[in-house]
T-cell receptor, first 107, second 116 residues
Framework: SQQGEEDPQALSIQEGENATMNCSYK?????LQWYRQNSGRGLVHLIL?????REKHSGRLRVTLDTSKKSSSLLITASRAADTASYFC???????FGTGTKLQVIP | GAVVSQHPSWVICKSGTSVKIECRSL??????MFWYRQFPKQSLMLMAT?????????EQGVEKDKFLINHASLTLSTLTVTSAHPEDSSFYIC????????????FGDGTRLSIL
């Protein structure tokens, strides 16, 4: 399977705190992508990190990739209530998704 | 940029009806489109992958005669749920990608299908 598996399954934090979620995968990859899904909506692409990159930033998002451990992490800094959503990682080619991390940011 | 429009947003119809869902890339050429199905509180399940001008590749367990996929142009793919039954009720989401798998997927907003 080329899907990633996210951890934790659910995370609840206060607004302003940082949120970290992890992703593990099993196969070799060209890149890894993180997506967000608000309830009842499609997914929004957040960030793509290539296999030769170790860290990437986009606004309040920071993604790391450790290909030796086949894992990635997504850090959201200074979280906001609007960040409440489910977050998924996916490996490329045939993009399949794990169960995601459901993040709740409490105002 | 990179907008994918999915239509309709929701549909309610009687058992036995066939339902067509459209997925359009509005500002880019979608060489590959994906169709997913999502049950409540679950992840997206990939149903099929389609490349423009080619037959769709279905995932194991997905009936190709039940879920007809057409990707006739670089901006449009359709999913037709034939002779729909209540168990086909679900949230269907399409996504589109241009170029190789080093490009991100862009998702439509999904179609909520309810079969009575």
């Amino acid at each position: 399977s080329q899907q990633g598996e996210e951890d934790p399954q659910a995370l609840s934090i206060q607004e302003g705190e940082n949120a970290t979620m992890n992703c593990s995968y099993k196969t070799s990859i060209n890149n890894l992508q993180w997506y967000r899904q608000n309830s009842g909506r499609g997914l929004v692409h957040l960030i793509l990190i290539r296999s030769n990159e170790r860290e990437k930033h986009s606004g309040r998002l920071r993604v790391t990739l450790d290909t030796s451990k086949k894992s990635s992490s997504l850090l959201i800094t200074a979280s906001r209530a609007a960040d409440t959503a489910s977050y998924f990682c996916a490996t490329a080619a045939k993009v399949t998704f794990g169960t995601g991390t459901k993040l709740q940011v409490i105002p | 940029g990179a907008v994918v429009s999915q239509h309709p947003s929701w549909v309610i119809c009687k058992s036995g009806t066939s339902v067509k869902i459209e997925c359009r890339s509005l500002d880019f050429q979608a060489t590959t489109m994906f169709w997913y199905r999502q049950f409540p509180k679950q992840s997206l399940m990939l149903m099929a992958t389609s490349n423009e001008g080619s037959k769709a590749t279905y995932e194991q367990g997905v009936e190709k005669d039940k879920f007809l996929i057409n990707h006739a142009s670089l901006t449009l793919s359709t999913l037709t749920v034939t002779s729909a039954h209540p168990e086909d009720s679900s949230f269907y989401i399409c996504s589109a990608r241009t170029g190789t798998d080093n490009q991100p997927q862009h998702f439509g907003d999904g179609t909520r299908l309810s079969i009575l």
